[in-house]
């Protein structure tokens, strides 16, 4: 009985979590009027770079283990800083969008409800690969995916 309880609580703790990274933290007046300097820049070819397998076969081949290790975890911390930047933007414009689904404009109202759904998908997507880039840090040798399914 008692594990059942503990189990339900975790449950609540992970949807709780999921459901807080989904929709971003509150946008204030502040970042609204200085939306660029809010905005992260991420690059999407580093970011490519940065888990490409050949890149880290060829890394694996031409160093030693420890060098490469230390290599490796730079790489993918680096990765994740890329992830983490593009979640962070998809928060600010899934509340952007958030606001435009209340527009008295029909055309506007429709647009700003497809941006909101790929923010999300965005999210989630940051959501799950950030969890592999730190399971390849841990585990240098393991073979996991981290942008496929």
Request: proline share 5%; charged share 25%; aromatic share 6%.
């Amino acid at each position: 009985m008692i594990f059942t309880l503990i189990l339900v609580f975790v449950a609540f703790l992970a949807l709780g979590f999921f459901v807080r990274q989904t929709k971003g933290r509150a946008l204030t007046a502040e970042v609204l009027e200085n939306l660029a300097e809010h905005i992260r820049a991420a690059d999407v070819e580093v970011f490519r770079n940065l888990v490409d397998p050949e890149k880290e076969k060829s890394l694996r081949t031409n160093l030693p283990p420890t060098e490469f290790r230390r290599v490796q975890r730079e790489r993918l911390r680096a990765a994740v800083d890329c992830v983490s930047c593009v979640a962070h933007n998809a928060a600010i414009l899934l509340r952007l969008a958030d606001a435009g689904r209340c527009s008295p404009d029909p055309a506007t109202a429709e647009a700003a409800e497809k941006v909101v759904d790929n923010a999300i998908r965005l999210r989630l997507c940051a959501i799950q690969i950030i969890p592999r880039l730190y399971l390849r840090m841990i585990l240098p040798g393991a073979c996991v995916n981290v942008v496929g399914g």
